[in-house]
Nanobody, 123 residues
Framework: QVQLVESGGGLVRAGGSLRLSCTAT????????MGWFRQVPGKEREFVAA????????EYADFVQDRFIISKDNAKNTVYLQMDSLKPEDSAVYYC????????????????WGQGTQVTVSS
């Protein structure tokens, strides 16, 4: 099993930056792919970015438009989401997720989820 702890959310102005982090613990944490999702009230949770278990492959949602970077520190079992040029429409609760898979997973088929961290971008 895997436990996920997220941090890094906050309030920023449009055009600003935030870096989210998510640390995975548990016996299978080192062999899990990880991803970031976000959700706002009244909408379904949507995919943001993901990385495979060893950090060698990544995928981004189309709306990212080169503004975000996902990375994984394998030694620390920690995944990061560096978000630059933030827009008000990026405001959401961001969730970290982990999955037992060798390939990048870009849907909701994850095994474990974090508690979420709030990101608010003011205009």
């Amino acid at each position: 099993q895997v436990q996920l702890v997220e941090s890094g959310g906050g309030l920023v102005r449009a055009g600003g930056s935030l870096r989210l982090s998510c640390t995975a613990t548990g016996r299978t944490a080192s062999t899990s792919g990880m991803g970031w999702f976000r959700q706002v009230p009244g909408k379904e949770r949507e995919f943001v970015a993901a990385v495979n278990y060893n950090g060698g492959s990544i995928e981004y949602a189309d709306f990212v438009q080169d503004r975000f970077i996902i990375s994984k520190d394998n030694a620390k079992n920690t995944v990061y989401l560096q978000m630059d040029s933030l827009k008000p429409e990026d405001s959401a609760v961001y969730y970290c997720a982990a999955v037992h898979s060798y390939v990048v997973v870009t849907n909701n088929g994850y095994d474990y989820w974090g508690q979420g961290t709030q990101v608010t971008v003011s205009s």
